[in-house]
């Protein structure tokens, strides 16, 4: 299964372009994720984690994950707050800092380059409703032409 990222709010990987994320079951049934792309100095980057469901026994099941991209480092939740199962998914995460500060994280996930207005409009809604401001909101350069430039 291949998303691409389409918009990103504050996140670890801030500044990816020609961003693609990839997820695969472990054999544990755990998640292998893959998240790459092109930093703003043009070179690739690639953050490999595993994610786990929060909540395995919950009923119904939640959209909530468990993510560590570093072995040792803090995981972070990542909550999926929608999803039509075809074209997008809203994602979002909350990270505790030190001094019990915390930061979060939003990004808007598509399987294609581009969405229908429809999708565009139902994805920024589920934003606002969960009070993520669209302004603060990057979107990523998913462009073929520009993602095909070979980079240094």
């Not at 994720?33 to 043009?42: E, F, L, W």
């Not at 800092?97 to 399987?111: D, F, I, K």
């Not at 999708?119 to 993520?132: C, F, G, Q, S, T």
């Amino acid at each position: 299964m291949v998303f691409l990222k389409r918009y990103e709010l504050v996140a670890n990987q801030t500044g990816i372009d020609c961003a693609v994320i990839r997820y695969s079951l472990n054999l544990d049934g755990s998640v292998h994720v893959i998240n790459s792309g092109y930093d703003a100095q043009g070179q690739f980057v690639e953050f490999i984690g595993r994610a786990d469901l929060t909540f395995p026994d919950s009923d119904p099941l939640l959209g909530k994950l468990d993510v560590q991209f570093v072995v040792g480092q803090q995981s972070g939740i990542y909550w999926t707050l929608a999803t039509n199962y075809a074209d997008y998914a809203v994602v979002w995460s909350c990270r505790g800092l030190p001094g019990g500060r915390s930061t979060e994280s939003a990004w808007v996930l598509s399987r294609t380059l581009q969405t229908s207005e429809a999708v565009r409009l139902r994805y920024e809604e589920v934003l606002r409703a969960n009070d993520i401001v669209l302004e603060e909101m990057r979107e990523t350069n998913q462009d073929l032409e520009f993602c095909r430039i070979p980079r240094p």
